[in-house]
């Protein structure tokens, strides 16, 4: 059965300090990756999605960038976190893009 | 751009009410339509989908969706509710591009032991 993993599952930052996110799905190959941000009472905010190695589609300017270094791993950056950054982040697969996705268990980021 | 509204943001039932959960999308050009739950502490999971076939569809725990293509809209239902039913509930729907989901902003149903 497949299975995704997020780390870590909370983090403490200092604004201006760089960030790395990690997100890896075991059991599949090829699958569609996606980074969301979820903010209470605003839903869920698609950042990046990614269709196969090193292609990644941006959906919002921000002060993120997305990387995928492998098929299965999907990696969330930042060089300099500012505090809007703070929030929770959710990173999904999928098979086909408008198929099922399903999540991982999120990293709750603050930034001080 | 496709939106999805859920017009109610914070649902509050007793235990054995009904509920029903509206969710509308702007654009049906590709319509597969989804129901996501999030239970405190737990991860962002399926609830049901409707692909294709059969208007009603059920889904796990008991729930069922509605498809109206008329209508766009594809609300949720139940006809009673637990107090283990507490959860956000997400409705999603295929972007324009058909290259992502949109997801609604959410209904934070809360339901009285």
């Known amino acids: 059965s497949q299975t995704i993993h997020q780390w870590p599952a909370t983090l403490v930052q200092p604004v201006g300090s760089p960030l790395s996110l990690e997100c890896t799905v075991e059991?599949?190959?090829?699958?569609?990756l996606y980074w969301y941000r979820q903010a209470a009472g605003r839903g869920l905010q698609l950042l990046f999605y990614?269709?196969?190695?090193?292609?990644i589609s941006s959906e919002v300017p921000q002060n993120l960038s997305a990387s995928r270094p492998q098929d299965r791993q999907f990696i969330l950056s930042s060089k300099k976190l500012l505090l809007s950054d703070s929030g929770f982040y959710l990173c999904?697969?999928?098979?086909?893009?408008?198929?099922?996705?399903?999540f991982g268990p999120g990293t709750r980021l603050t930034v001080l | 751009a496709q939106s999805v509204s859920q017009h109610n943001h914070h649902v509050i039932l007793s235990e054995a009410a009904s509920l029903e959960l509206g969710c509308n999308y702007s654009y049906g050009g590709t319509v597969n339509l989804f129901w996501y739950v999030q239970y405190p502490g737990q991860h962002l999971q399926l609830l049901l989908k409707y692909f294709s076939g059969d208007p009603l569809v059920k889904g796990i725990k008991g729930f069922e969706a509605e498809f109206i293509k008329s209508k766009f809209s594809f609300n949720l239902r139940k006809p009673s509710v637990q107090w283990s039913g507490t959860a956000e509930y997400f409705c999603?729907?295929?972007?324009?591009?058909?290259?992502?989901?949109?997801f609604g902003s959410g209904t934070q149903l809360t339901v009285l032991p």
């Open positions: 999603a729907a295929p972007s324009c591009s058909a290259r992502q989901l949109t």
């Open positions: 990614s269709v196969g190695i090193g292609q």
């Open positions: 999904a697969w999928s098979r086909t893009i408008t198929d099922t996705q399903y």
């Open positions: 059991g599949t190959s090829n699958p569609n």
